[in-house]
């Protein structure tokens, strides 16, 4: 079977044919919105300015492209089919396409979900299969994209790199008070083949791209070494716990604790097991002004052999739309730690971003989006391979995105 070759540049591919047949097979709606196929197709011109090599081609660098790399790409480009097999019973999955990627395209999520009918005042959902835990405040839109920005903030880049439930999820919510306008909901998973987990933190730092990993990718990792950051090595079931809490469409508040319940003594390589858990918390707020906000944090460990590296970071986004334009800017800060013996820290990576969007939904179908973003950072190894300890990296993104679906209007 022919597969995927990489492929950072715009030309022809036997996957790209694939997703165009996609596309104009999505032209001819539905009759209902029992199976629906959404499709996109997203093109960009990228102009970077950075001493360093891109992590993807086996650098230093924070950004998915680098000075060696710059120009047109297909920058993200997906397939996301939604079905409903039974009254409570639904599938999804999402296809993407990573031109680095050898295998080209490949699933990021892929689950069935039961909605059981409700009998008291609490509504029950269960999810089995792959899919992102319920995390982020961003990446909310169709393939889990994010619907202000480009680029995803550091936090959810690394959960789009390392992070995906493979396992089962149990959800209960239930609203109160006058008009329902309180919610709540509780949720719990199991899960495995998440033993990896803070690896490619640990080696890299923290990043800030729009890339998702697919559920049997490859990542560079160190030395010119590969890994999968989703396979099972211990035979030891992770799990996460969370809350959420709403207040009509003025206040989100959600919370979840992590733990991939790894065995760090598993394995000799640095892409084997790893122990690593964290707390992370979500705030989304409407403003006065028509003015959104949107903040998260997430502070945790991940440990392997001898290393122990605590991480954390923060982001807080503004986004205000003006009809078929929206704007966001997004600061973003970052700091990862490693515990040395006899006590004390070494700091590894310490750094923040500011990212500003401008998005233009011309049409259901067609968006235009332009995007500048800094990350600057601090890190020992830009000393070791000759660059200054602190070194900044900026992008321009101009991004032509074309979606098709065949949901009735």
Same mark, same amino acid.
């Given at each position: 079977?022919?597969?995927?070759?990489?492929?950072?540049?715009?030309?022809?591919?036997?996957?790209?044919?694939?997703?165009?047949?996609?596309?104009?097979?999505?032209?001819?709606?539905?009759?209902?919105?029992?199976?629906?196929?959404?499709?996109?197709?997203?093109?960009?011109?990228?102009?970077?300015?950075?001493?360093?090599?891109?992590?993807?081609?086996?650098?230093?660098?924070?950004?998915?492209?680098?000075?060696?790399?710059?120009?047109?790409?297909?920058?993200?480009?997906?397939?996301?089919?939604?079905?409903?097999?039974?009254?409570?019973?639904?599938?999804?999955?999402?296809?993407?396409?990573?031109?680095?990627?050898?295998?080209?395209?490949?699933?990021?999520?892929?689950?069935?979900? $039961?909605? !059981?009918?409700?009998?008291?005042?609490? =509504? %029950?959902?269960?999810? *089995? &299969?792959?899919? #992102?835990?319920?995390?982020?405040?961003?990446?909310?839109?169709?393939?889990?994209?994010?619907?202000?920005?480009?680029?995803?903030?550091?936090?959810?880049?690394?959960?789009?790199?390392?992070?995906?439930?493979?396992?089962?999820?149990?959800?209960?919510?239930?609203?109160?008070?006058?008009?329902?306008?309180?919610?709540?909901?509780?949720?719990?998973?199991?899960?495995?083949?998440?033993?990896?987990?803070?690896?490619?933190?640990?080696?890299?730092?923290?990043?800030?791209?729009?890339?998702?990993?697919?559920?049997?990718?490859?990542?560079?990792?160190?030395?010119?070494?590969? $890994?999968? !950051?989703?396979?099972?090595?211990?035979? =030891? %079931?992770?799990?996460? *716990? &969370?809350?959420? #809490?709403?207040?009509?469409?003025?206040?989100?508040?959600?919370?979840?604790?992590?733990?991939?319940?790894?065995?760090?003594?598993?394995?000799?390589?640095?892409?084997?097991?790893?122990?690593?858990?964290?707390?992370?918390?979500?705030?989304?707020?409407?403003?006065?002004?028509?003015?959104?906000?949107?903040?998260?944090?997430?502070?945790?460990?991940?440990?392997?052999?001898?290393?122990?590296?605590?991480?954390?970071?923060?982001?807080?986004?503004?986004?205000?739309?003006?009809?078929?334009?929206?704007?966001?800017?997004?600061?973003?800060?970052?700091?990862?730690?490693?515990?040395?013996?006899?006590?004390?820290?070494?700091?590894?990576?310490?750094?923040?971003?500011?990212?500003?969007?401008?998005?233009?939904?011309?049409?259901?179908?067609?968006?235009?989006?332009?995007?500048?973003?800094?990350?600057?950072?601090?890190?020992?190894?830009?000393?070791?391979?000759?660059?200054?300890?602190?070194?900044?990296?900026?992008?321009?993104?101009?991004?032509?995105?074309?979606?098709?679906?065949?949901?009735?209007?």
């Amino acid at each position: 079977m022919q597969t995927c070759q990489t492929n950072r540049s715009l030309r022809t591919h036997p996957c790209l044919a694939g997703l165009l047949l996609c596309l104009w097979t999505l032209s001819a709606p539905a009759e209902n919105d029992a199976h629906v196929l959404t499709a996109g197709i997203e093109g960009s011109f990228v102009q970077t300015s950075t001493p360093l090599t891109s992590w993807l081609e086996g650098g230093l660098g924070k950004l998915r492209n680098d000075e060696n790399t710059d120009g047109l790409s297909l920058y993200h480009s997906f397939m996301n089919y939604s079905g409903r097999l039974t009254p409570t019973l639904n599938v999804k999955a999402t296809l993407i396409y990573n031109p680095e990627q050898s295998n080209g395209l490949d699933l990021s999520e892929a689950f069935l979900e $039961f909605r !059981p009918v409700p009998r008291t005042a609490w =509504r %029950a959902r269960f999810r *089995v &299969g792959a899919f #992102y835990p319920h995390i982020t405040m961003e990446n909310i839109d169709v393939a889990w994209t994010n619907p202000y920005t480009l680029s995803s903030s550091t936090i959810n880049t690394w959960l789009a790199e390392e992070v995906r439930t493979i396992g089962l999820e149990s959800r209960f919510g239930r609203n109160f008070g006058a008009n329902g306008q309180h919610g709540l909901n509780v949720e719990g998973a199991i899960y495995w083949l998440n033993d990896p987990t803070g690896a490619l933190l640990s080696a890299k730092g923290w990043s800030l791209h729009d890339r998702q990993t697919g559920i049997t990718g490859e990542l560079p990792l160190r030395f010119g070494t590969t $890994f999968e !950051p989703f396979k099972e090595l211990d035979h =030891r %079931a992770g799990y996460y *716990v &969370g809350g959420e #809490y709403r207040y009509g469409k003025r206040l989100t508040f959600r919370y979840h604790h992590y733990n991939n319940h790894g065995d760090p003594t598993q394995g000799p390589d640095w892409g084997d097991t790893w122990q690593t858990f964290f707390d992370a918390a979500g705030l989304q707020l409407s403003l006065p002004w028509d003015v959104g906000l949107i903040s998260q944090w997430i502070d945790g460990r991940t440990i392997w052999q001898g290393f122990d590296a605590g991480f954390d970071a923060w982001s807080t986004l503004l986004t205000r739309p003006f009809g078929k334009h929206r704007v966001s800017i997004r600061y973003d800060d970052f700091y990862l730690d490693q515990a040395l013996m006899g006590g004390g820290v070494q700091e590894l990576d310490r750094g923040s971003a500011w990212t500003v969007a401008w998005l233009f939904h011309h049409s259901q179908k067609l968006r235009f989006a332009l995007e500048w973003l800094e990350i600057e950072s601090t890190r020992p190894q830009f000393v070791s391979a000759g660059f200054p300890a602190t070194v900044a990296e900026t992008q321009i993104i101009v991004s032509v995105r074309y979606l098709l679906s065949n949901q009735p209007n």
